[in-house]
């Protein structure tokens, strides 16, 4: 199994951590007595990420009830802004689902010798959208199949992945509950829960090098080269435009759970965090 890129590990942790100490009470995150002092520029991007997802206000503290929500919620912040995002959006059941999935490692299982057959099953639950609607069509068929295991047989997946998937859903639901916000279904309206994942991984874009070799993507914020990880629907695929959950790095450094956006989304997610950036997320 592949772990995350240090630079992405260490970033989405850092965040998790302010998040933490600020709930503690702890404000003085700079004087803090850190077990390995993170640099000072990988602080203030931490702050920046945490003031553009409104978890923190122009104080550096929590803002309410957004940030002590996503502090309560054991979650990646990047996934709590997103179900919390999804109310407005009018699909937090779908978000819901596809949470519930980011939380697992993966839900399909490779077998050597039947690289044919693994591509066709995975080809009957893509989505042209991308990984996250992929998962929705994967959760409608397993509750179909009435959560067989001769069916994730067949098409390839995890059964034991795709019961965590439904208990951690359960789990979030009843966080919903707690929080008073109620579950809403988008009915397919696929570009809404798109703008839902953006209010949560705005600051994970990229752009398709128009010269590059490979499908090679730069991010928006720092130019670092990217690939679309083979594992994902969109493999080969190379929307202009994609939002990505994680970073795994081999060889190259690798965009996992990838998903195809308007770039025009991202201004409106986050205009801080684009406002003053070159290059400026505009269409080509």
């Known amino acids: 199994m592949q772990s995350d890129g240090i630079p992405e590990m260490q970033r989405s942790n850092l965040v998790s951590c302010i998040i933490q100490l600020k709930a503690l009470g702890i404000d003085n ?32 503290k ?29 699909c937090s ?22 690289k044919k057959e693994f591509d066709e099953a995975k080809l009957r639950f893509a989505a042209a959208e991308g990984d996250h609607v992929t998962f929705l069509n994967i959760y409608k068929g397993f509750h179909q199949s009435g959560k067989s295991s001769q069916w994730c047989y067949k098409n390839f997946l995890n059964h034991q992945a795709l019961k965590k ?14 929080f008073g916000i109620q579950l809403k279904s988008c009915d397919r309206d696929m570009q809404a829960v798109r703008k839902a994942i953006i ?34 629907v969109l493999f080969r695929v190379n929307p202009k435009w994609v ?30 965090f684009y406002q003053f950036r070159t290059p400026n997320p505009a269409p080509h």
């Open 29 to 60: 995150i700079l004087g803090f007595d850190w077990p390995a002092s993170p640099s000072p520029e990988a602080m203030i991007r931490a702050l920046e990420i945490l003031f553009s997802l409104g978890i923190l206000d122009e104080d550096a």
């Open 62 to 90: 929590l803002t309410v009830p957004i940030g002590f929500q996503v502090a309560e919620m054991p979650l990646d912040p990047m996934i709590s802004k997103m179900i919390l995002s999804a109310n407005d959006f009018g």
């Open 93 to 114: 059941d779908e978000i819901l689902t596809i949470a519930a999935f980011l939380s697992v490692q993966s839900v399909w299982v490779s077998m050597r010798g039947v």
């Open 165 to 178: 998937v439904i208990e951690i859903r359960a789990q979030l639901v009843r966080v919903m509950k707690r």
């Open 199 to 232: 209010a949560g991984s705005f600051a994970n874009s990229c752009h398709l090098e128009e010269y590059g070799q490979n499908g090679m993507y730069k991010t928006i914020r720092t130019s670092q080269e990217v690939y679309i990880h083979p594992s994902s």
């Open 243 to 272: 939002v990505y959950q994680s970073l795994v790095s081999t060889d190259k450094h690798y965009m996992r759970n990838v998903i195809a956006i308007e770039p025009s989304w991202l201004t409106e997610a986050a205009p801080h």
